[in-house]
């Protein structure tokens, strides 16, 4: 069964640092989503994703923020310049209109920000 | 704007009993979908089981079933025949139609089956 896969599993930075977060979708999928957790609290949506632009994106989703389809499989979310509130689970989500625009999740990428 | 309320933070039960997890939403949206996530200590978001709001039946999918009151904007889940593969944290989420739209997630419910 396609799942979405996202790279690496744990990463660990240091504050002022700039992190790339990996995706790869369902390779018929469309829609595309980054959401992130912190540890003992709900999932938030952070942006959306389709046709090569944002859809939506949320406040948490600010200048330092950026998210990049590069090559027709990837998606990327990028912080800029990372602070401790930052640390959390990010996951990557995708979606197919055929599939009643159900979202797939990836199973995460935990950011330690220190 | 739409909010997703989960009022029970944990919740534990014995293998084999049947449990039901509550759910409340607001939203004046007549379209929408609502879903059930479980997220197991591995932290995969797993799709549990799925409604649309314009269908009156309500969906089941194996053991799980979900009790849709569209009026009181109310979405419990229910496990039937629990199992201890169960204890997971579950989320119920919203997502507004039509369209790809975002999810919008309640807080969760910590669900321990014990043996």
């Known amino acids: 069964e396609p799942e979405v896969t996202q790279t690496p599993s744990h990463q660990v930075t240091q504050m002022g640092q700039e992190v790339i977060l990996r995706c790869v979708p369902i390779?018929?999928?469309?829609?595309f989503y980054w959401y992130r957790q912190i540890l003992g609290q709900k999932v938030e949506f952070l942006v959306s994703?389709?046709?090569?632009?944002?859809?939506?994106k949320s406040e948490i989703f600010d200048d330092q923020f950026s998210v990049e389809r590069p090559d027709g499989s990837n998606f990327t979310l990028k912080i800029r310049s990372t602070k401790l509130e930052d640390s959390a689970m990010y996951f990557c989500a995708s979606a197919d209109p055929d599939g009643a625009y159900e979202q797939y999740f990836g199973p995460g990428t935990r950011l330690t920000v220190t | 704007a739409q909010t997703v309320t989960q009022s029970q933070p944990e919740m534990s039960v014995q293998e084999a009993e049947t449990v039901t997890l509550s759910c409340t939403y607001d939203t004046s949206e007549s379209n929408y979908y609502l879903f059930w996530y479980k997220q197991p200590p591995s932290r995969q978001m797993i799709l549990v089981i799925r409604?649309?709001?314009?269908?009156?039946q309500n969906a089941t999918e194996n053991r799980f079933s979900v009790n849709f009151q569209k009026a009181a904007k109310s979405f419990s889940l229910k496990i039937s025949d629990s199992q201890l593969g169960d204890t997971a944290m579950y989320f119920c989420a919203f997502m507004k139609r039509p369209g790809a739209q975002k999810l919008v997630f309640g807080q969760g419910t910590r669900l321990t089956i014990n043996p």
């Open positions: 409604q649309e709001a314009y269908k009156q």
């Open positions: 390779s018929n999928h469309l829609y």
């Open positions: 994703f389709y046709n090569n632009e944002i859809s939506e």
